[in-house]
């Protein structure tokens, strides 16, 4: 099943168990990989940006947490990962810099 980063849509491959470490990091742009924005359970519709009603509240999406019911999202391309829109335009912004 493929798994991609949030912020730069680069293929994440997980290690046998399945699992992402707390302290993980994508090896393209170095974003945390155990962050809401890479969880099933994140959407910016659901009350805290959650859909998992047992969840603690996390304030800092992008940001590694010690959320218990992280869930690596799953895609079937790139395209379809969650992209805040924000953060999509700041990296169109950036690109045109490099």
């Known amino acids: ?3 991609f ?3 730069c849509q680069h293929g994440i491959a997980l290690s046998a168990d399945g ?9 393209k742009c170095s974003a945390d990989l155990h962050a809401c924005k890479n969880c099933k359970f ?4 659901a009350y805290n940006e959650c859909s998992e009603p047992s969840a603690d509240r996390v304030v800092e999406k992008e940001r590694s947490n010690f959320c218990d019911y992280f869930v690596f999202r799953v895609s079937n391309a790139p395209g379809e990962a969650t992209v805040d829109p924000k953060d999509a335009a700041r990296k169109r912004l950036d690109d045109l810099f490099k």
Do not use: Q
């Open 42 to 45: 994140y959407s910016t519709s």
């Open 19 to 27: 699992r992402i470490g707390r302290r993980d990091l994508c090896e």
């Open 5 to 7: 980063c949030y912020r």
């Open 1 to 3: 099943m493929p798994h």
